[in-house]
């Protein structure tokens, strides 16, 4: 029998809102709030978030000043391209 703190705590899902509303909490700049919400759909959060860990303020959840969504989001895309490239070789 596993005890209580054995049990791993999930984290409940967010909507789309609220996950915007959290990247803007954490000074992200979003300019677009609309493609922002259209990109979070086809990218997770999580996934996208993780291309951001090196723009956040040591020890902080929050972000460098004047970190855009849309620099994460192309940190995404050079990331995709690049593997892809890799990965045709």
Same mark, same amino acid.
């Given at each position: ?7 791993i ?23 677009d709030?609309?493609? !922002?919400?259209?990109?979070? #759909? *086809? ?6 978030? !993780? ?11 929050? $972000?460098? !000043?004047?970190?855009?969504?849309? *620099?994460? $989001?192309?940190? $995404?895309?050079?990331?995709? #391209?690049?593997? !892809? ?5």
């Open positions: 029998m596993s005890s209580e703190k054995d049990r705590s999930l984290k409940w899902p967010t909507t789309y809102k609220q996950q915007i509303d959290l990247l803007l909490s954490r000074g992200v700049v979003i300019e709030v609309e493609q !922002a919400t259209t990109i979070l #759909k *086809h990218i997770s959060y999580y996934r996208l978030t !993780a291309y951001g860990l090196s723009l956040k303020q040591e020890g902080s959840d929050n $972000y460098i !000043a004047n970190t855009s969504f849309e *620099h994460i $989001y192309r940190l $995404y895309e050079f990331d995709s #391209k690049l593997r !892809a490239l890799l990965m045709s070789r």
